[in-house]
């Protein structure tokens, strides 16, 4: 399923928040319901929490993003590693494809900017209109936060970028997630 996230209607880094903690509050209210005659209360709770860490580490293992939505959603995953600075992730991705070519000149910034998105310092200092791959995980964190209903174009901007270039997409997002919380 994770796969064929090109192909699906929806990113998995766009959806809300809300709904995340919605559907892991519900899949756990069930779970514990249908334990908890068997089990009791307390064993049901555990056995629950110790599935649903399961799930998510699971989901984690193919976006290492998402462990920010659980984090938040009051699951520690217990595997938070140092991560690079928003800077500096933007500083790589901008060198990565000034190499590459860049992309044909945007002006998503203003676009933003006139939806009443502001910018963070890191992503307004740099070659924003000749990168548009640059604003794929603001977009998505937006949408996440619901700041923003991304339109075809951004999503096929995020799309392109979380193909070409992970790492930048993943990394930056739960900094931008931040930003926009």
Known sequence: MWSLQNELPFL????????????????????????????GREKATNETMAWLRGVCGDLT???????????????????????????????????????RGGDAPNDIAA???????????????KSHADFAGLFAPLLLAASAREKLVLDREQALIAR?????DPTYASGAWPHLLKFYG
Not at 16 to 35: E, H, K, N, V, Y
Not at 117 to 125: D, F, H, V
């Open 61 to 99: 293992a193919l976006e290492p993003a998402l462990e920010t939505i659980f984090v938040m959603a009051g699951l520690p995953m217990g595997q938070a590693t140092g991560s690079p600075s928003l800077r500096d992730l933007t500083s790589s991705y901008v060198r990565d494809q000034h190499q």
């Open 12 to 39: 998995w880094l766009a959806l809300p928040l809300r709904a995340w903690r919605l559907a892991m509050d519900r899949q756990c209210t069930a779970l514990i319901s249908a334990l908890e005659g068997a089990l």
């Open 111 to 125: 676009r933003l900017a006139s939806s009443g998105l502001k910018l963070p310092s890191e992503i307004e200092t």
């Open 160 to 164: 392109r970028t979380l193909r070409e």
